[in-house]
C-alpha cells in the first residue's frame, strides 16, 4: 500500500480500511499461533500498513486543526 494512494482517501476511507488491516492482523496471529499461517511476511506487511495509515489519518486531524 503507497501513501500517495493513502493520502488520496478520505478519512472515512482510511478508518474501514483500518478496521480491516486490524481483523486480517488478528486472524493472522490466530494462524500463526496455531501453525497455519503459509506467508509468515503478511504480519509484517500488514502492521506496516496499520502504521502508514495512522500517520496519514494523525496528519489529516493535524491539518484541519491548523
Do not use: P, Y
Not at 500500500?1 to 488478528?26: G, H, I, P, W, Y
Amino acid at each position: 500500500m503507497k501513501v500517495v494512494d493513502l493520502r488520496a482517501k478520505t478519512s472515512d476511507q482510511l478508518k474501514d480500511e483500518l478496521l480491516k488491516l486490524r481483523r486480517e492482523s488478528f486472524n493472522l496471529r490466530f494462524q500463526q499461533a496455531s501453525g497455519q499461517l503459509e506467508n509468515t511476511a503478511r504480519v509484517r506487511q500488514v502492521r506496516r500498513d496499520i502504521a502508514r495509515i495512522k500517520t496519514v489519518l494523525r496528519d489529516k486531524t493535524a491539518q484541519s486543526a491548523q
